[in-house]
């Protein structure tokens, strides 16, 4: 049996007028994320989480914010590719924990329905999946509802357990 660890993080400016994607949910909010893509940053987080457990470089790397390939893509699709390497490499997912922290809007209420989709999305148990919000007490470019940032750690199995 194979263990890997990885952590992940990624850190987005909010903007008026767009749309806020976290963990594969559209959030209602009068700010969004500026990006390339759909600019979820909770599953950008869970990519490079995902893929630094294997040493295979980040985001940036597989989907480069440089292409128009990946302009405006949902990345839910990002996170099923990333998924395609982990078990194209023989492992699997034993646990993700993502950490999101935003001033507002309060995002307790979308966070069974992020752990469902995201989930869904990497082929495993909803119980393998945990989504947790917090603000910064005001404090900083969060805490002044500039931007979002989002902390993602992921146990990976491979070997004879990765098959189940």
Do not use: D, E, M
């Given at each position: 049996m194979d263990i890997r660890i990885g952590n992940g993080y990624d850190v987005h400016a909010l903007a008026e007028?767009?749309?806020?994607?976290?963990?594969?949910?559209?959030i209602e909010s009068a700010k969004g994320c500026i990006a390339h893509s759909d600019g979820d940053v909770a599953i950008h987080a869970l990519c490079d989480a995902l893929l630094g457990a294997l040493a295979l470089g980040d985001i940036g790397k597989h989907f480069p914010d440089t292409s128009d390939e990946f302009r405006g893509i949902d990345s839910k699709i990002l996170l099923a590719r990333t998924m395609e390497l982990i078990k194209g490499a023989g492992y699997r997912l034993g646990n993700a924990d993502i950490t999101i922290a935003m001033q507002k809007p309060r995002l307790s209420p979308y966070i069974s329905e992020m752990r469902e989709t995201l989930a869904k999305v990497m082929g495993t148990d909803v119980s393998s999946?945990?989504?947790?919000?917090?603000t910064t007490e005001k404090l900083g470019f969060v805490g002044r509802s500039e931007g979002c940032e989002v902390f993602a750690t992921v146990l990976l199995i491979g070997g004879e357990m990765a098959v189940r």
């Open positions: 007028g767009l749309p806020l994607w976290l963990g594969g949910v559209r999946v945990s989504v947790k919000a917090t």
